[in-house]
């Protein structure tokens, strides 16, 4: 089953924790000091916050599945929508350990498309020593107008596992 992600960048974890836990009307399911979500089930959706990126606002949405198929099937509607398409395969963000897909809308909105593997301690594994301010796993969007907030790829079709 799919569930819809929402990544927030938030300037106040705390004040954001409180806000969205009384709109949801639930405490978020994991906080650390940098990042809270919240899996909210009706409607089924991973809602996170992070302090880590550029500027408070958007950073991306996407699909989550509980399912390898189904991650394949919405990598095969990506690809047959001629979407460019970053496959990271497996790899760690957000404290988790997924594989993941990356597409970009034509406004140039990021979209993530992933199976959470399981939980891990760490925002990233491969950028435990990156500072605070580094933002998630978002690549760059391929209009170079938008703004980035990670250090992956700078355009949807590498190929690179990199992440952050």
């Known amino acids: 089953m799919k569930r819809f992600h929402v990544h927030m960048h938030v300037d106040d974890l705390a004040k954001n924790i409180a806000f969205y836990s009384q709109l949801f009307g639930a405490e978020p399911a994991r906080v650390e ?9 009706e409607p089924r959706v991973n809602f996170a916050i992070s302090t880590r990126g550029n500027k408070p606002g958007l950073d991306h949405l996407g699909f989550q599945v509980d399912e390898a198929q189904e991650l394949a099937e919405l990598k095969a ?13 497996t790899t760690t963000c957000c404290y988790a350990r997924s ?10 909105i990021t979209w993530e498309l992933f199976h959470s593997l399981e939980n891990i301690p760490v925002f990233n594994e491969a950028a435990q020593s990156a500072p605070k301010a580094s933002a998630c796993c978002t690549p760059a969007a391929a209009a170079p107008t938008t703004a980035s907030s990670c250090c992956a790829p700078q355009t949807p079709t590498s190929n690179s596992k990199s992440c952050c």
């Open 33 to 41: 000091s940098d990042y809270a979500k919240w899996m909210i089930d």
């Open 77 to 89: 509607r990506a690809e047959s929508a001629d979407m460019a398409l970053l496959d990271e395969g």
């Open 99 to 108: 594989d993941k897909h990356w597409i970009t809308d034509p406004q140039g």
